[in-house]
């Protein structure tokens, strides 16, 4: 196992040289320019620069779907340990517990997890990030040791609501973060999969259903009835119809804090325009709210307004499992000759499209949006669905499981101190 002076000289040799890639790559190169003009991004000094194209690297696709740093991997010599950890990196947030001479211990808020982080950069230029502050940043683990690639924000131990609204929306971003160091917490999610695999079959008799944005919020909570206490509400006049399908622009996620609550805790009938919003249920990856999910579907037999912005985002989206694409591929004979039209491919068969397309899912952990928050206390604690009080029961085990459902043993979690 290499030191970690060695790794951090890997980690950043490596940096350097898919920076250098990306400069020198004509194909990659063009796709940068199109990224920062579609996204209306000037770069006026050098740090700007190595700010976005480090973005672009490590959490952006190319406009054929394909992750930057998977192209990197399949068109270079590379070490291929490192552009995994690339690739597995995420942000979030962390509470700093305790600052040590060449370390953070810290909290993963999304998580729950107790973790040693190294930064890229000597501790002597962190002096803005104190304990009990919450560190904002990217990590990425190699050899089981975390480390900081970057601090994007310290956020001041005396504003947690921030904190907590920017951790649930990493986790929202990156549901892996939701379960990271902590089996525990994974297990309890793929339970729960199981049970809303079971019951949305058992209540809506299918693997997938349509309404609107204004109703679906309501047809949400009545399954959720059903799932919690087999109240079966006939839902039929929560289904309706668009009067047109289209696709519009509604990222839910690029908005301030308190438009991003409102959204989450208000759901899709806040928005003001009218759209198709479909509940898919994948039985590996849990339930999944997909908004014009008929919409899609009516890209291979019509023509609705938004057509190739529509299929881009379906085919490069992460939000968006291969589940959907396997159903419309096994649907519409023209299914490939629509998507190749759009991207400009020459894809054959379905593998060849996931793989090119989809490939955050190779691994079968990445679990649903939906499933992750269902599950997370963090966010139940900010909408005040459960109290934040700590479980009291003196006759918990240390080594038992948390009643507080975060995964973890109770001596890590309400049992610590």
């Given at each position: 196992m290499p030191s970690v002076v060695d790794s951090l000289n890997l980690i950043s040799s490596t940096m350097e040289?898919?920076?250098?890639?990306?400069?020198n790559d004509e194909t990659l190169s063009n796709d940068f320019q199109q990224y920062l003009e579609a996204n209306n991004i000037e770069i006026e000094t050098?740090?700007?620069?190595?700010?976005i194209i480090i973005q672009y690297m490590l959490d952006m696709k190319m406009q054929n779907g394909l992750r930057v740093l998977e192209y990197y991997r399949r068109n270079s010599k590379s070490y291929d340990e490192i552009i995994d950890a690339l690739q597995n990196s995420f942000c979030s947030v962390f509470k700093v517990d305790k600052i040590l001479s060449n370390a953070y211990e810290v909290t993963c808020l999304t998580s729950g997890a107790?973790?040693?982080l190294i930064p890229m950069?000597?501790?002597?230029?962190?002096?803005?990030v104190g304990r009990y502050d919450y560190i904002q940043a990217r990590i990425l683990e190699l050899d089981n040791v975390q480390y900081i690639l970057e601090i994007y924000d310290v956020i001041s131990e005396y504003n947690p609501y921030?904190?907590?609204?920017?951790?649930?929306?990493?986790?929202?971003?990156?549901?892996?973060?939701?379960?990271?160091?902590?089996?525990g917490k994974k297990e309890v999610i793929e339970k729960s999969i199981e049970d809303f695999n079971t019951k949305f079959r058992e209540y809506f008799g299918c693997d997938f259903i349509?309404?609107?944005?204004?109703?679906?919020?309501?047809?949400?909570?009545?399954?959720?009835?059903?799932?919690e206490n087999s109240q079966k509400i006939d839902y039929k006049e929560l289904i309706e119809e668009v009067e047109e399908y289209r696709y519009l622009n509604i990222d839910e996620f690029n908005c301030d804090d308190e438009t991003f609550m409102q959204n989450a805790i208000g759901g899709f009938s806040s928005h003001k325009e009218i759209y198709d919003v479909g509940l898919w249920m994948d039985s590996k990856r849990g339930l999944y709210i997909i908004p014009?999910?008929?919409?899609f579907f009516n890209c291979f037999t019509k023509e609705p307004t938004g057509k190739i912005e529509c299929i881009k985002e379906f085919l490069t989206s992460d939000k968006i499992p291969p589940s959907v694409l396997k159903y419309a591929q096994n649907k519409y004979d023209n299914f490939f000759e629509v998507i190749n039209s759009v991207l400009n491919t020459k894809f054959e068969t379905l593998e060849e499209v996931l793989f090119n397309t989809k490939t955050a899912f190779i691994d079968s952990g990445v679990f649903s949006p939906v499933s992750v928050l269902f599950n997370s206390e963090l966010f139940s604690q900010l909408i005040g669905l459960k109290d934040e009080k700590k479980p009291e029961n003196k006759n918990i085990g240390r080594n038992e499981p948390c009643p507080c459902g975060s995964g973890l043993k109770y001596k890590n979690c309400c049992g610590k101190n």
């Open positions: 040289n898919i920076l250098d890639f990306v400069a050098e740090r700007d620069f190595n700010n107790n973790l040693t950069v000597k501790m002597t230029h962190l002096k803005q921030s904190a907590t609204v920017q951790a649930i929306r990493y986790m929202l971003l990156n549901p892996k973060s939701a379960y990271f160091k902590n089996e349509v309404t609107t944005n204004k109703k679906v919020d309501l047809l949400i909570e009545a399954f959720n009835k059903y799932r014009f999910l008929n919409t």
